[in-house]
């Protein structure tokens, strides 16, 4: 994979657009659309011809992961997400106290019927972004066009 040089940001209170170039596919075009809550009812302004969801997950905020399954839920459940691909980045794992066993039972993404991925990753030191995202370019190269 070509590493691009992502923009640093300490907020997602705006929408950043990153274009990517991954050597497996030509190109990814990322919406950051930010997960606060006054944010969330513009979300569905991103579905159209979406292939593929990232979601962002706070692995040290295990206290939350009730309520960051109710918004993933309500996700998966719109139309237009129906055939998305799912990466599941489980950030803050340099600090957090649970695993990615955990997140992924705590999230019950063994009942989606879709695939699905989740990275343990940490944004701070760079860990697992790469392979979350090359698995993410091996998923989409077999999706049909």
């Not at 990753?121 to 066009?145: C, D, F, I, Q, R």
Request: charged fraction near 20%; glycine fraction near 4%; proline fraction near 3%.
């Amino acid at each position: 994979m070509v590493q691009a040089k992502l923009p640093s940001s300490t907020s997602s209170s705006s929408t950043n657009i990153c274009p990517l170039f991954p050597q497996s596919v030509s190109t990814l075009t990322v919406w950051d659309v930010g997960g606060q809550f006054t944010i969330r009812k513009l979300w569905k302004h991103y579905f159209n011809n979406t292939d593929a969801l990232i979601f962002i997950v706070d692995s040290a905020d295990t206290e939350r992961l009730s309520d960051v399954k109710a918004e993933l839920d309500f996700l998966l459940s719109d139309p237009e997400l129906e055939n998305a691909i799912l990466l599941v980045y489980a950030n803050k794992m340099d600090i957090a106290t649970t695993s990615v066993a955990s997140i992924v039972e705590q999230l019950e993404l063994h009942k989606i019927k879709r695939r699905w991925h989740v990275q343990g990753a940490s944004a701070v030191t760079g860990h697992g972004l790469y392979e979350g995202l090359e698995w993410l370019s091996k998923e989409l190269k077999k999706k049909p066009n």
